[in-house]
């Protein structure tokens, strides 16, 4: 199908309930932490850059490492590879085919070390690297020169179904951080074996440039080939589908190699 104005598209919002099979109570927890993290005003976003003070144009060798850890190469929203120190160590990955290099960190939360040392799984589960609720592998995208170029995160596959079956919901909350206005999204063709998931299909591209940003977010709800919602012994499946988003966020003045 072709490009098409977006807002929040209708199909999805219609079907929220069936989408939002972890429970009514999460659904209502996972909306309010989208108002709360992304929902900000122009002036909060001035001040607290595009998130937890990142920004395009910074400087890796000056950012500050206050708030995250774990230092890796990214792997284009993937896990870490090659540990880093900080994110002035981004010349010791591998470029991308656009030239730029991916830094891969985590959200260095307190509570997460917490529930570490006490291995306490409930502690871990709300910590951790989250946007608007949602667990994330996040990256920064650097140039030549060490200027932060781009931002991106992926939805965690790693998280427990209910949060899975969540993830694609993450998409809202984006579109709306960055103004509904404006956005061109089309709706993604099926792949051969790809079936909906509880009668939704979503497979949708969004994007939306400005003078300062290059926006893109996909989002995926759906069964892949193979997955299926009763197995062979007619018991229902736990986890069989794909919930995802995935977004970027690059400077529209970096020329790609």
Not at 102 to 112: G, K, L, M, Q
Not at 152 to 175: E, K, N, Y
Not at 187 to 200: H, R, S, Y
């Amino acid at each position: 199908m072709g490009a098409q104005r977006c807002l929040y598209p209708d199909r999805v919002m219609r079907r929220m309930p069936t989408i939002a099979r972890a429970g009514p109570l999460a659904l209502l927890i996972a909306l309010a932490g989208m108002n709360a993290a992304l929902a900000q005003g122009p002036g909060e976003q001035a001040d607290r850059g595009e998130l937890r003070g990142l920004k395009l144009g910074l400087a890796a060798r000056t950012m500050s490492a206050n708030g995250y850890g774990e230092f890796a190469c990214g792997s284009n929203g993937g896990p870490p590879r090659q540990r880093l120190d900080d994110w002035s160590g981004f010349s010791n990955c591998r470029p991308e085919e656009s030239g730029l290099y991916e830094v891969y960190a985590r959200f260095d939360d307190e509570n997460d070390y917490v529930g570490k040392a006490l291995d306490d799984p409930i502690s871990l589960g709300r910590t951790g690297t989250r946007v608007a609720g949602h667990p994330v592998i996040l990256s920064v995208l650097f140039d030549d020169n060490g200027v932060l170029r781009g931002i991106r995160f992926v939805s965690d596959p790693r998280g427990d179904p209910g949060a899975r079956r969540m993830a694609h919901l993450l998409r809202l909350a984006i579109i709306n951080r960055y103004d509904p206005a404006g956005w061109s999204c089309t709706d993604l063709p099926a792949a051969a074996g790809e079936t909906p998931v509880g009668g939704v299909f979503l497979k949708q591209r969004c994007e939306k440039i400005t003078a300062e940003r290059h926006l893109t977010v996909e989002a995926h709800f759906l069964r892949k080939p193979g997955q299926s919602e009763i197995d062979a012994n007619g018991e229902y499946t736990q986890g069989q589908f794909e919930s995802s988003t995935r977004f970027e966020l690059f400077d529209p003045a970096y020329a790609k190699r």
